[in-house]
Nanobody
């Protein structure tokens, strides 16, 4: 089983910046991709960004140009640098991983972590 631990959230003003971190631990052979999702109160969880093991990144249209996802393969850690924050970015941010636990096993999805709250005030 894999555990994910998100950190770095907080309260910032409009236009501010935050850097989120997510460390994956447990029985991990390799990580195919890691991503960030968010869930605002009363809404469904939405995808924010993904980075693959090869470094390819993808972003939702709502954050493109403001957020940057990156990874540290050696630490099984993914980061989300968030600049130009807006009140609509307020949400609990979760990370997710697609990984394998052994050379012979297929990729599986990780469980969700507890998330980290990001609040942007206007």
């Amino acid at each position: 089983q894999v555990q994910l631990a998100e950190s770095g959230g907080g309260l910032v003003q409009l236009g501010g910046s935050l850097r989120l971190s997510c460390a994956a631990s447990g029985r991990i052979f390799s990580i195919n991709s890691m991503g960030w999702y968010r869930q605002a109160q009363g809404t469904q969880r939405e995808w924010v960004a993904t980075v693959t093991s090869g470094g390819r990144t993808q972003y939702s249209e709502s954050v493109k140009g403001r957020f940057t996802i990156s990874k540290d393969n050696g630490k099984n850690t993914v980061y989300l640098q968030m600049n130009g924050l807006k009140p609509e970015d307020t949400a609990v941010y979760y990370c997710h991983a697609v990984y394998s636990s052994s050379p012979s096993s297929s990729d599986v999805s990780s469980p969700w972590g507890q998330g980290t709250q990001v609040t942007v005030s206007s």
